[in-house]
Structures are given as structure tokens and as C-alpha cells.
Nanobody, 130 residues
Framework: EVQLQASGGGLVQAGGSLRLSCGVS????????IGWFRRAPGKNREGVSC????????YYADSVKGRFTISSDDAKNTVYLQMSNLKPEDTAVYYC???????????????????????WGQGTLVTVSS
């Protein structure tokens, strides 16, 4: 059974930085992607970023491009989301999730697959004050 645990959330002022971590266990897929998603109060879930196994291709939502960086440490079975220049609109519960993928998928397709069919962990709250 795949298990994921997100951590690292907290309260930060606008312009500040946070690093989220996603610990993953139980993965048996040859090809998979791990993504970060968020749900802000009163809004739908939004795909933020993902990274594919092996080749490490990445995807970023337009709203976070240039500010967020996703990375993975395979030795630690952990995926990170470095968030910089945070804005109040980044306030949300952040979740990580994973799904086996076909290696020919684009990263956008991988995000969609994770969102619709992925295994999810508990979220971590990020609050950005103005």
C-alpha cells in the first residue's frame, strides 16, 4: 500500500519561504509521478507541481512558476516543494499524491492522472499573511 505524508507547512509572511516535504513509502511502480496539490478555502483543488520518476521531468502551474521548485531525494523517498516569494493567495492546505504513469505521458497528463486516480496523503496547512 502506498502511503504519503506531507509536512512542513506553517505561517509565513508574504515574501517569505517554506519547504514542504512529502515522505513516500510502498511504491512499487516502475514509472510514476508525485505531485503537489492545494485547496484554498472556498476553492477547488488545484494542481501545483509534479515530478516524474527516473527522468525527473517537472510541471508547474502558471500561478507558481518561477517561485516554487519541486525536487526529489530518492535515497530518502522524499519529494520537496520549495516555495519562495509566497503570496497570501498561496494560503491553502497542500497535499502530495502519486500515481503510476505511462512514461510517454506529458507532465500535464501526469498531473491529471494523479488528481483523478492517485493515492493521497494527509495535507499540511500553509498560511501566508499579508
Amino acid at each position: 500500500e502506498v502511503q504519503l505524508q506531507a509536512s512542513g507547512g506553517g505561517l509565513v509572511q508574504a515574501g517569505g519561504s517554506l519547504r514542504l516535504s512529502c515522505g513516500v513509502s510502498g511504491l512499487t511502480f516502475d514509472d510514476y509521478a508525485i505531485g503537489w496539490f492545494r485547496r484554498a478555502p472556498g476553492k477547488n483543488r488545484e494542481g501545483v507541481s509534479c515530478i516524474t520518476s527516473g527522468d525527473g521531468r517537472t510541471y508547474y502551474a502558471d500561478s507558481v512558476k518561477g517561485r516554487f521548485t519541486i525536487s526529489s531525494d530518492d535515497a530518502k523517498n522524499t519529494v520537496y516543494l520549495q516555495m519562495s516569494n509566497l503570496k497570501p493567495e498561496d494560503t491553502a492546505v497542500y497535499y502530495c499524491a502519486t500515481k503510476d504513469i505511462v512514461y510517454t505521458m506529458t507532465t500535464r497528463q501526469a498531473m491529471g492522472a494523479i488528481m483523478d486516480f492517485g493515492s493521497w496523503g494527509q495535507g499540511t496547512l500553509v498560511t501566508v499573511s499579508s
